[in-house]
């Protein structure tokens, strides 16, 4: 039953961080292009909130079973590639997201201690945020082929 939970788990995350993601680059479109940035500052601040929530969900339900081999041995997956090639690709969403959190961080702050949207959220900077999460959001994407070719067994290397 630990298996299923946690299988669900890592698809629920995808599931919820896929449109999370998107859904920040398009806010953040909208802060990039409109005078009247709150209402998609905001947005594009819950959408960020849940891209997060789902980053823990991935990460936690991944790492759990990774070391517990609740699906394969941990061997298994390191001598898997697929799964080095989805790892790095996660890797690079992670590096990708510091600048992005960094400074969404800082706008939230703001915002919360008074500022403005419109005195916060640099329409430039909104701009490239958002770039950023369409990267990210393709990545997944790719994450997700690579993850279906080792669910099938391909990509095992010879001793895994």
Do not use: C
Request: charged content about 15%; hydrophobic content about 60%; aromatic content about 10%.
């Amino acid at each position: 039953m630990l298996q299923i939970g946690l299988a669900v788990l890592h698809l629920l995350a995808l599931a919820l961080g896929l449109p999370s993601v998107v859904g920040r680059a398009r806010a953040l479109g909208r802060v990039a292009r409109e005078r009247s940035r709150g209402d998609a500052l905001h947005r594009a601040f819950a959408a960020d909130a849940l891209w997060g929530v789902a980053a823990m969900l991935w990460i936690g339900s991944g790492v759990w079973r990774y070391l517990a081999g609740t699906e394969k041995s941990t061997a298994y997956y390191n001598r898997n590639h697929f799964f080095l090639a989805k790892m790095s690709l996660l890797a690079v969403v992670l590096l990708l997201e510091i600048w992005p959190m960094v400074k969404l961080i800082r706008w939230r702050t703001a915002v919360r201690r008074g500022a403005s949207a419109e005195a916060v959220a640099m329409p430039e900077t909104a701009r490239r945020i958002a770039v950023v999460s369409y990267v990210q959001s393709a990545l997944v994407v790719f994450m997700v082929f690579f993850a279906v070719a080792m669910a099938r067994g391909l990509g095992a290397m010879p001793g895994g």
